[in-house]
């Protein structure tokens, strides 16, 4: 029997969303060997930091790849791994802020204003790739907050980046990585929100179904 004309359309937008996450996946791994090659030479917690951010992005485009055409409770599953991965990233992260604060470390300014501006312009692709598709399912939504974080953590490393070429301190490397943990955080737990509150609605449809 051939297929409706609405499961063709369903068939086409997951194709659409699998292209799209396929291409976020691969924007996220040349960030993460980027900006953490940048990160160590140029001896940056900010970059480390994105780097690490980007790592917990490529999972979660991941987990989103594998809950594209399932049903909306694969999808929060999807989207509550994805922020529960998040938030333990970011509580790495803050171990490393520390550590680097009671130890010394010597930021190079440049470097990390070029390597955030690279990246800043490779997540304005992926927000864009991802705009029709935000409001197909919440593994989506759980996607666009994580690259629309990245663009908002490369924009604050390139202030800390200027910040250390004027200062010549390492603090505002030390702050910007403060900052990432805070945001990383923020971004987990409205994941996390979105897969409870899509979790919710499923289970009441299923309710209201039965009755």
Do not use: C
């Not at 086409?12 to 291409?23: N, Q, T, V």
């Not at 910040?163 to 987990?188: E, F, Y």
């Amino acid at each position: 029997m051939a297929p409706s004309g609405k499961d063709t359309r369903l068939d086409e937008g997951d194709a659409a969303e699998k292209s799209a996450l396929k291409w976020l996946l691969g924007i996220n791994f040349s960030q993460v060997i980027v900006a953490g090659a940048v990160g160590i030479v140029a001896d940056s917690t900010g970059l480390l930091g994105a780097a690490l951010d980007n790592v917990a992005d490529a999972a979660v485009y991941v987990v989103s790849l594998y809950a594209v055409g399932r049903t909306v409770v694969a999808k929060s599953r999807a989207a509550r791994l994805s922020g529960v991965l998040l938030i333990a990233l970011a509580l790495g992260l803050f171990g490393e802020v520390i550590r680097r604060f009671l130890g010394a470390s010597e930021p190079i300014g440049l470097a990390m204003i070029v390597t955030a501006i690279a990246n800043a312009a490779t997540n304005a692709v992926g927000l864009r790739l991802l705009r029709s598709h935000r409001d197909r399912g919440v593994h989506l939504k759980a996607s666009w907050i994580f690259t629309a974080n990245d663009m908002i953590v490369n924009l604050g490393i390139v202030a800390s980046g200027l910040a250390v070429m004027v200062l010549k301190s390492p603090l505002p490397d030390l702050l910007i990585g403060l900052v990432l943990v805070g945001v990383i955080i923020k971004g987990g737990w409205e994941i996390l929100e979105h897969a409870k509150e899509a979790r919710h609605a499923a289970d009441s449809a299923a309710e209201g179904h039965e009755r």
